[in-house]
Each structure stands twice: as structure tokens, then as C-alpha cells.
């Protein structure tokens, strides 16, 4: 066979730089499988969530009943998402991915089974869902801190990115799927196919080796230590800060009903793109992430990208076009994707082994309380002056924060991931 032409390997080159970089997936045989397993059971939970609001509603008919799905999710992930990095820092993490993941298996099984024997309790599916964020919170730390021991320090932007179209594709892809199923099967094949797709995981975990963190003293982990831990690193501190800064000051999500109708003159059908319009830009940035393998100023670069997240939304509350919204909110999505890669990384090669599973555990709360407390602030300011107010405000807010941050962060500036300092 001919070797390749030098303008086609220069192109090749330029296209492996631009997309998403695959050599964890080539080199990791542990990482492929368990990349492959999360896709699966990403695609199966959001099934499951969007039978589930659906199966409610169809119960109760109510939109507030809808909305306590929410609430029942979000309270338990907060509460053990601090202890669940504390105990994926003190067991073996292969056995507590395991453990969990097993429980989430079960639990859609439950569903599965109560709605092939008819009992539709609205309780019940409250009930299912509380316990299912306790097993994510469990989940998700162990899982996380896993990736530094299956990989090399320079192959982590990679995976992360690689991460991220995980869980962007089952967050699109699966409630597409699931409101497909359940209109053609009911509510029952949707929740049997989550358990099925948990089989994915699960084997992937069997074949881990095994996890147990690396400590350097017999004290027994704990919430609290992690969070001294964390108030003495003031680069990882930041990453949090920096993440407040986008996800509670300009995070216009809960105004798409009102903007669809009002700016616009939609209905549900715009406001569902509104809210597609960042996640597809979530997912094109794990695609196009090439590039940031050769990012070595991580703290730069989430400065920079939360920065452009508050630009995109603040023009976006200026503009009354709906492609271009949608195009604001796409790069606005792209960004976060940006963010979210560089800090994920930040965090597991800046961070001792021992400490992996605890600041993994704030990251939960921070993902999962941020986005509520800004959707509280935007709704709030929006009634008070206008929704051009919140989010145009919103945006600017968090441009102006995210400038202090880096003004008050240089060490945070000068980051340099071959010489990483928490």
C-alpha cells in the first residue's frame, strides 16, 4: 500500500486536531468499555426521565406534581452528593460504582414492574426518584475519580471531552427515544430498557481493576476535611467560583416559556428549542475539542470561556430573531462545554487521589444547585423589571464577576497544567 500524500496526511493532522481526540478510547481498554457503558446508561436514565414526568402527569395532571420531580431529585443529590465523595474516598471506588449502579438497575426494574402490574401510585414514582439520585450521587464520584487511575495526566482534557458528548448525548438522545417508546409501547418498555441498558455499565465496572484510593494516613474520610481541603486551594476553589459565576448570574433557562411566546411568538414547540439550542452546542464543543489537548493554561481558558458564556447570553436577551437566539445559545452551550472540560481536569490532576471523591462530591452539588438557584434569580428578576432585564443583565453580571475573578485569581491565570498546583 502507498504511504498517504503529504497534503493528505497534513489533513488528516488538521482534522484529528479539530475533533474530538479518541486516543483514550485507542489506548484504554478499561476507559473504552466504561465510556461505552455510561453512553448506554446515559441514553436509558434520560428515557427514564421523561417517562417518568410523563407517567406523573398523566396520573395527576398537574404541572406542579410534574415539578416536584424535580425537587425529589434535587434535595437528594445536594444532601449525599458531599457523602458520596466522602465514601468513594474511603472504598474501593471499582465496588462502589458497582454497588450503585446495581441500585439504579433495581430501582428501574421497580418501575418496570409496577407498570406491567398496572399500579400507578404518584408517591411511589416520587419515592423512585429520591432514591434514584441517591445512587447518582453515590455514582458519580467514584466513577469520576476512576478516570486519573485508568489514564495518563496529558490524555485527561480528552477524556473529559469525551465525557461530556456522554452525557450531552444522552441528554438529548434519550428523552427523544423515551417519548418515542412510551407512545408506542407505554410506559413499561421504557423502564425495561433502562434496566437492560444498566448491563453495559455494570460489566463495565466488573472488569475494572480494583480502586481503593490512595491514602496517606489511616484517618477515615470526611465531608468536612474535604472541604478544608478545598478552602486551602485556591485554584481549585476558583473553578467553583468561575462556574457560579455562569450558572447562577446568566442562566436564562427558566424564562424560555415567556421569551418563546413574548419575543417570539412561539409556543412549546420554540421554547423545546431554546432548550435544545445549548445542549447542541454542549455537544459540538466535546466534538470540536480537539484543540484543547494543547491548552496548557487551563485557568485562561475557563476564565475566557465563562466570559464568552455571559457575552452570548447577554446579546442573546437583546436579539429578537429566533436563529440567531438559537445561535447565541449554542455558543453559549459550546462554552460551558469548554469550561466544564478544563475544570473536570483541573480537578483530577491538581487534586491528590485521596481527595478525588470529595471534590468530585461539591462538583455535584455545585452542577446540580447552581442551575436551580440561577433559574430562582432569573424568574425573580424578570418579574420584578423584565426579561430582557434578567437576562441581558444576567449576562453582563457574570462578565463583570468572572473580570473580578481574574483580576483577584493570578495564580489561578498562571495555572499551567505541566506543573499543576491545587
Known amino acids: 500500500m502507498s504511504a498517504p500524500a503529504p497534503a493528505d496526511a497534513a489533513a488528516e493532522r488538521k482534522g484529528r486536531r479539530l475533533f474530538a481526540d479518541l486516543t483514550p478510547l485507542r489506548t484504554s481498554p478499561d476507559y473504552r468499555r466504561l465510556w461505552f457503558g455510561n453512553t448506554v446508561t446515559w441514553v436509558g436514565q434520560g428515557m427514564t426521565t421523561l417517562a417518568i414526568s410523563l407517567q406523573v402527569y398523566d396520573i395527576t395532571r398537574s404541572p406542579f406534581s410534574v415539578g416536584l420531580v424535580g425537587l425529589f431529585t434535587l434535595v437528594p443529590l445536594v444532601v449525599f452528593g458531599l457523602y458520596g465523595g466522602a465514601i468513594a474516598d474511603t472504598v474501593d471506588r471499582r465496588k462502589l460504582g458497582l454497588a450503585s449502579s446495581t441500585g439504579l438497575a433495581v430501582l428501574s ?222 455558543v453559549a452551550g459550546y462554552s460551558d462545554t469548554v469550561s466544564m472540560i478544563f475544570r473536570n481536569t483541573m480537578m483530577q490532576v491538581a487534586a491528590p487521589d485521596e481527595m478525588r471523591g470529595r471534590l468530585q462530591g461539591v462538583f455535584i452539588v455545585v452542577v446540580a444547585g447552581g442551575p436551580r438557584l440561577g433559574d430562582f434569580l432569573a424568574g425573580s428578576v424578570a418579574d420584578l423589571t423584565s426579561p430582557t432585564v434578567a437576562i441581558t443583565g444576567g449576562g453582563l453580571a457574570c462578565v463583570l464577576a468572572i473580570g473580578l475573578l481574574a483580576l483577584y485569581g493570578k495564580g489561578f491565570r498562571r495555572y499551567d497544567a505541566r506543573n499543576p498546583t491545587a
Not at 236 to 246: I, V
Request: charge should be positive; glycine fraction near 10%; include cysteine.
Open 109 to 330: 426494574i421497580a418501575l418496570a414492574t409496577a407498570a406491567f402490574a398496572g399500579f400507578h401510585r404518584v408517591w411511589f414514582l416520587y419515592g423512585i426518584v429520591a432514591l434514584q439520585a441517591v445512587c447518582a450521587a453515590l455514582n458519580a464520584p467514584a466513577r469520576s475519580a476512576m478516570i486519573p487511575r485508568l489514564l495518563p495526566a496529558e490524555q485527561l482534557p480528552a477524556a473529559n471531552a469525551l465525557n461530556s458528548m456522554t452525557t450531552t448525548f444522552g441528554t438529548l438522545v434519550g428523552p427523544s427515544i423515551g417519548g418515542l417508546v412510551v407512545g408506542l409501547a407505554g410506559y413499561q418498555t421504557a423502564y425495561l430498557i433502562d434496566a437492560i441498558a444498566f448491563s453495559a455499565s455494570l460489566y463495565a465496572m466488573w472488569r475494572l481493576p480494583s480502586m481503593l484510593p490512595d491514602r496517606t494516613g489511616t484517618k477515615r474520610a470526611s465531608v468536612l476535611d474535604g472541604l478544608r481541603f478545598l478552602a486551602t486551594r485556591p485554584n481549585l476553589r476558583m473553578t467553583f467560583f468561575s462556574d457560579f459565576c455562569a450558572m447562577i448570574l446568566a442562566h436564562p433557562r427558566a424564562l424560555f416559556p415567556v421569551v418563546a411566546v413574548v419575543w417570539y411568538g412561539g409556543d412549546a414547540r420554540t421554547a423545546g428549542l431554546l432548550v435544545a439550542a445549548p445542549a447542541c452546542g454542549a455537544l459540538l464543543g466535546g466534538v470540536l475539542s480537539g484543540w484543547q489537548g494543547r491548552i496548557r493554561h487551563h485557568g485562561q481558558a475557563i476564565l475566557l470561556a465563562v466570559a464568552c458564556w455571559g457575552t452570548a447570553i447577554a446579546v442573546f436577551g437583546l436579539t429578537r430573531n429566533l436563529w440567531l437566539g438559537l445561535l447565541l445559545l449554542a
